[in-house]
């Protein structure tokens, strides 16, 4: 495995629909007994690019390589343009400073990223996805914010945390898009390379989610996301929390809930852990979310 910057360097190939029942990613159907009334097959685009760690030879990154390339080639671009509610705003009231440094793993098309720059932090993305992190590249040089936001194609397993270097760190469904161990060691090393005075904002799916194969969610009849066939970690009630506090992390928000999604694909709904932390001794300015009684202004 290896970790490189996303290339511009790209052709898209329309193929078939898989019709392999077990992958939901590719073929639009859920795993057997679940109903599949509630999702819709898709055309599934690839890409074909250069492998970096193969010289002169040329492959092709379907679905299996590259699961979201298709819902971050639209034109409509998947989970749109909004940053995370959580995220903005602790932005809002705590803006960086002049030379922080954020990682957002798992960036995607790169919302919660553009958010961390216009808040003043020079952002390093992080995901799989090449494609997603074209998008992210096109979005930051559409909004005037190139020069603050770089990307890397990597595992998120295989990233290397420098310790205490972050002050800002946001992964949003990220550690449920791995495995349980894995997750775990991912959390440790995000932990450790969080700087005194940053802050952490993390969101999982949760057992709450229709597409859970566990209780409650297993019994849900509400619809479920196009994506969720990479989801294979689903965090039980109050996990997340845990690993916090595990962390002796100070716990600035926390919430699980259910949500509706209009971002991508048809309507859907998820259950979702939000958290937000930082070190514990550091007291930023947070008032909550909504803000509940700020200082008024002058």
Known sequence: MFCRKASNRANRVLLRPSQNRLDFAVSGRFPA???ERRFAPQAVTAKVCLCKSLPNRWYVMSNASDPFFEPYDRDEIAYGSVPSSGLQAYLDQVPGLAGARALDLGAGAGRDTLALARAGYDVTSVDLSERGLQRVAERAEQAGLGTQVGTRVCDVREFEFEPQHY???????VLDHIPSEDAEKVWKRIVSALSPGGFLFIEV???????????PGLESDAPVSETAGQVINYFAPQRLVRFALQSNLRVLRYEERLEWDYTHGAE??????????????HYPEWYGQPAAFPRREA
């Open 33 to 35: 007994g679940r109903s």
């Open 167 to 173: 002050d800002a760190i946001v992964a949003t469904t």
């Open 205 to 215: 799916h949760t057992t709450e989610d229709p597409g859970s194969n566990q209780m």
């Open 268 to 281: 859907h709904l998820h259950g979702k852990a939000i958290l937000l932390a930082v070190h514990d001794g």
